[in-house]
Structure formats: structure tokens, C-alpha cells
Nanobody
Framework: QVQLVESGGGSVQAGGSLRLSCVVS????????MGWFRQAPGKEREFVAA????????YSSDSVKGRFTISRDNAKNTVYLQMNSLKPEDTAVYYC??????????????????WGQGTQVTVSS
């Protein structure tokens, strides 16, 4: 079955950086778009960034644009989220996600079918 495993979360001071990784197994990774979402305590899970199957097109939310970069390595079945200039409001559990259909990439939670277990990111001021 399809499995997504995130890593790379942790605690960092404001202005610092972290890189999250998500390894995907159980499907042909290079045929699917991927996304990152986050959920802060008491808030809805929100879209952060997405990337198409080739890595040629990326999308990000306004709140992270210019600070976070999504990328992928299809040879390693891995999608990354490079997070720079972190702010306390970036504190959340970060999830990688994959859609059910091939050649598809979306920005809404409802468009994703498979989810990782999440990794905690904590940014202190």
C-alpha cells in the first residue's frame, strides 16, 4: 500500500531554517503530484505548497511564498519542503500528502487521498 513518511521537523528560533523530507513508497512516485499541509493547534489543516509530477510547476500559499520551497527527487521517491526565515506562526504539525490520481496536483485538502503521520515544527521567538 501507499505510505508517506515525513522527517526533518524540530525546534528552531525565529529566522532559522528547516528542511522537511517525505519518502513515498507503494506507487510510481514520478507519476503523481505531491503537497505539503500544516495544522496548528485549534486550527484547520491548511495548504502550504504543492509540486507537479515532474517538479516543473510549484504552488505555495501566500503566507509562505518567498520563504518556503517545495522540490522533489524522483530517483529517491522523496519530496522536500525547505523552510527559511521561519516565524513563530509557522509552528504546526506538517503533513505531506499525495492525490489518488496520476498527473494531478491540487491546492485543496480534499484533493489529497494519502497522508503521512506528520512532523512537528516549533518556531520560538
Amino acid at each position: 500500500q501507499v505510505q508517506l513518511v515525513e522527517s526533518g521537523g524540530g525546534s528552531v528560533q525565529a529566522g532559522g531554517s528547516l528542511r522537511l523530507s517525505c519518502v513515498v513508497s507503494g506507487r510510481t512516485f514520478s507519476s503523481y503530484g505531491m503537497g505539503w499541509f500544516r495544522q496548528a493547534p485549534g486550527k484547520e489543516r491548511e495548504f502550504v505548497a504543492a509540486i507537479d509530477w515532474s517538479g516543473g510547476s510549484t504552488y505555495s500559499s501566500d503566507s509562505v511564498k518567498g520563504r518556503f520551497t517545495i522540490s522533489r527527487d524522483n530517483a529517491k521517491n522523496t519530496v522536500y519542503l525547505q523552510m527559511n526565515s521561519l516565524k513563530p506562526e509557522d509552528t504546526a504539525v506538517y503533513y505531506c500528502a499525495a492525490p489518488l490520481g496520476m498527473w494531478y496536483v491540487g491546492t485543496r485538502r480534499s484533493e489529497y487521498y494519502y497522508w503521512g503521520q506528520g512532523t512537528q515544527v516549533t518556531v520560538s521567538s
